[in-house]
């Protein structure tokens, strides 16, 4: 019989143990190496991907044209005083006044809140600074802003009497300038920014109230500046020759304006107590805007 040598087999085994060994750990590094490769080339392509292209430069004067549409919500409100007139009296509030007409009904019909919408179109102006991929800027614009809108309301009297307390209240705008801030990020010849700012419109607005119980009547009417304020953003891409093609949406908050009027009696009695309104303005703002760098 053939005789077997264990001391052979078990150095035979152990030298190919090892060999296997090396080679893995020579793999093991090769491919560690290789992903660490990867990983540097994947980021250094990001970050020139993401880097801004020096043959696109956003710092400086700009000017040019927009348009675009309005659409948004006026909320208005009324009230009458209880004392200075004779047609309410200190008794005529609340669910359990027994008067006719209550200071409730001009209340209730004069709480509204309606749609606004319109088109708009202007000039814009400003300056940007640009620092490596980062962007800061100071904008100007002044629109035609048409932004108008109605409502109406009926409401049954408190007292039950078959009678009702209507209000019809309408708002308009012609025009709104805004001085804002522009904070963007840039990638070659694209532009992403947020901006805000002030914002000042021409708000008017007119109520006109009836009860049906009497007859009585109110008209009132105001018109006046409103300092509010703005903030929004956009996209811009610049084009050969320097000019700046981009959309704007803005969202715009208007302060109230407000009036004081008494009511007309129908016996033409003494006057009556005075009435108070007061309407604002919340509007959004979509516009294409065209410029030129300077």
């Given at each position: ?83 200075g007139g004779n047609f309410f009296g200190n008794d005529c ?175 033409a009695g003494p006057p009556a107590e005075s009435f108070n ?11 294409v805007r065209v410029s030129k760098k300077l």
């Amino acid at each position: 019989m053939l005789g077997f040598d264990h001391s052979k087999w078990r150095r035979a085994t152990s030298h190919s143990a090892k060999r296997a060994l090396a080679t893995a750990a020579l793999i093991a590094v090769g491919l560690n190496a290789g992903s660490a490769i990867g990983a540097a080339s994947a980021a250094d392509m990001a970050v020139k991907a993401f880097a801004a292209d020096p043959s696109y430069n956003w710092t400086g004067w700009y000017a040019g044209l927009n348009a675009g549409g309005d659409w948004g919500t006026a909320n208005s409100s009324m009230s009458a005083d209880l004392v200075g007139g004779n047609f309410f009296g200190n008794d005529c509030q609340g669910p359990a006044s027994e008067c006719t007409v209550n200071v409730e009904d001009v209340a209730r019909a004069g709480r509204q809140r309606f749609s606004t919408s319109g088109f708009t179109g202007g000039f814009q102006g400003g300056y940007n600074w640009q620092s490596r991929n980062m962007l800061l800027g100071v904008e100007a614009d002044f629109e035609y802003f048409r932004s108008v809108g109605s409502g109406s309301n009926s409401v049954p009297l408190i007292s039950g009497v078959p009678a009702a307390s209507v209000a019809n209240i309408s708002t308009s705008t012609d025009w709104l300038f805004t001085l804002r801030s522009r904070a963007g990020l840039v990638q070659n010849n694209w532009l992403f920014y947020a901006t805000g700012g002030l914002a000042v419109t021409q708000l008017r607005a007119a109520w006109n109230w009836r009860e049906t119980a009497f007859g009585s009547t109110e008209n009132a009417s105001t018109s006046s500046p409103r300092f509010g304020w703005t903030v929004g953003g956009g996209v811009e891409t610049m084009l050969p020759q320097n000019w700046i093609l981009g959309v704007e949406y803005l969202y715009i908050n208007i302060p109230g304006v407000s009036v004081h009027t008494n009511p007309i009696l129908p016996d033409a009695g003494p006057p009556a107590e005075s009435f108070n309104h007061d309407v604002d303005l919340q509007t959004n703002l979509v516009c294409v805007r065209v410029s030129k760098k300077l």
